[in-house]
């Protein structure tokens, strides 16, 4: 089972687009068994996954925070090849509960609920929130890798350190294995400005690996509206083929980092 934490502190830069059109090519395509897991308070990915959330009895809220669930209790499956552990909007406050609580180990909450499911997945994909908090933190202390999607604006230079620090920090702290396996750019435009934002892209995450690049396209809305995935719903068009690409160049980041000891972490300069 391999964990993957789709991450970047900054919201609108495509976590969820990236986890959701992952998790379709990997288990509606390669026909592997995932699980995405939204720990995102504005749910998100749970709504484009297409679960009911006025009728939601259970969430990741119960699991992580009151313990009152199982994660097999909160996962369905979806239309879209993969199943899903919908998160809700009492996820918000997660940061609090958590904390407050005085809870011995809430870091590692996301790492034991996991545990639980065996061998049941092949992949598990974390759409993390826009925040450093503690979801974010959960997702680095269960992950093998994090993958950063990225908009080639200007950088948030300072915040690209942030999130470096934080996996630092998890990995200094008990998940010496993780890596940042890819940076990917999303909503790419034709033209200079993006390209030489992607230039600048090099030295801002040096040492990190820039997936193929997920350009700006009216597919990723169209399919949203129709709730479901643009490899559902446009197969043969240019967005899905580069869902198609950036989810193999991350299996093939996952399979070099299985040939290294894991020890090494690999974050921008
Ligand atoms: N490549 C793309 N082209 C056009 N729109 C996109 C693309 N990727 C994501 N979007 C749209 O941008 C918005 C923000 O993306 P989202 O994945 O929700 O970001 P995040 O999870 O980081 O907040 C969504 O409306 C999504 O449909
Ligand atoms: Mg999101």
Partial sequence: MIILAISNQKGGVGKTTTTQHMAAVLGAEHH????????????????????????LTASVYQVLVTQAATLRDVIQPTEQGYDIAPADPRLGSA???????GRVNW????????????????????????????????ALHAAHGV??????ELWPISGMQLLFSAIQVASAEGNPGLEVLAAIPTMVRRGKPHTGMLERMQTVFEGVPIGPSVMLSDHFQSAALAGTTVIHRSPSSAAAASYRNVTEFVVR???AR????ATRILVGA
Avoid: M
């Fill in 32 to 55: 592997s068994r995932v699980l995405a897991v939204d720990l995102d308070p504005q749910f998100n990915l749970t709504k484009a996954a297409g679960v009911d959330v006025d009728h």
């Fill in 95 to 101: 940061d609090i509960e958590l904390v407050s609580a």
């Fill in 107 to 138: 870091h590692l909450a996301l790492r034991k609920a996991l545990a639980t499911l065996g061998g049941s997945y092949d992949w598990v994909l974390l759409d993390c929130p826009p925040a450093l908090g503690t979801l974010t933190v959960n």
């Fill in 147 to 152: 993958v950063i999607p990225v908009t080639p």
């Fill in 253 to 255: 980041a996952v399979e």
């Fill in 258 to 261: 299985q040939r290294r000891p």
